[in-house]
């Protein structure tokens, strides 16, 4: 069974401060790894995938993630935090088996503080 | 594009009540959505996967009678909680792929999410 684990339930980050959001992973085969922001009481965002290529990868608001492999981790990171990112980000994964719907961490909380 | 519409957004209800809520997606056809359930400070369960023409596929312990799943055309599911209770009080979202012809593993795009309160 393919698991995410986010370690941490809320990060605290001062306003134009690098961030980072953990994540790690178990799946047999090769992992498909997604982030998603999720504001309150709204569905969830697309913010960037890895599937194959590079270990860094871009995706929106200037959000960037790195696949490790050997660690089986995908943190999420953003060179300088903006309050308008205080959300809730989920790390989910995408079995390589097959295995067709999402499974999420448990979400972390992110603040940025002005 | 690839916009996925959730109606409605909050609903309260009574006990015993059923209660429909509808996925649409606008801008593409989805073979596959995905409805998932969100308590209060958790995170999302995959509740069901929903399959166009065919019986939706229901995860390890949720109730298939009442949680009832309709997938009738490419554009539209619908989940319907049946003889609501106030523990069935959640957030539910759905979400759709893109056709597999343009990436299996293209991200999710999900609804809004609908609030529901059982009184």
């Known amino acids: 069974a393919q698991s995410v684990a986010q370690p941490e339930d809320q990060v605290n980050v001062a306003e134009g401060n690098p961030l980072t959001v953990k994540c790690t992973y178990s799946?047999?085969?090769?992992?498909?790894l997604f982030w998603y922001v999720q504001y309150p009481n709204r569905g969830l965002q697309f913010l960037l995938k890895?599937?194959?290529?590079?270990?860094l990868v871009k995706g929106s608001y200037g959000f960037e993630a790195e696949f490790n492999k050997s660690q089986t981790s995908f943190h999420l990171k953003k060179p300088s935090a903006l309050v308008s990112d205080s959300a809730l980000y989920f790390c989910?994964?995408?079995?390589?088996?097959?295995?067709?719907?999402?499974?999420f961490g448990k979400g972390t909380h992110l603040i940025i503080q002005p | 594009g690839a916009v996925v519409s959730q109606h409605p957004s909050w609903v309260i209800c009574k006990s015993g009540t059923s209660v429909k809520i509808e996925c649409r997606s606008l801008?593409?056809?989805?073979?596959?959505m995905f409805w998932y359930r969100q308590f209060p400070k958790q995170s999302l369960m995959l509740m069901a996967t929903?399959?166009?023409?065919?019986?939706?596929?229901?995860e390890q312990g949720v109730e298939k009678d009442k949680f009832l799943i309709n997938h009738a055309s490419l554009t539209l599911s619908t989940l319907t909680v049946t003889s609501a209770h106030p523990e069935d009080s959640s957030f539910y979202i759905c979400?759709?792929?893109?056709?597999?012809?343009?990436?299996?593993?293209?991200?999710?795009?999900f609804g809004n999410g609908t609030r529901l309160t059982v009184t």
């Open positions: 979400s759709a792929r893109l056709p597999s012809g343009q990436g299996y593993n293209s991200p999710l795009h």
């Open positions: 799946v047999s085969g090769n992992p498909y």
């Open positions: 890895y599937i194959t290529g590079d270990n």
């Open positions: 989910a994964v995408r079995g390589g088996g097959g295995a067709d719907g999402l499974t």
């Open positions: 801008d593409f056809q989805a073979t596959t």
């Open positions: 929903s399959n166009e023409g065919s019986k939706a596929t229901y």
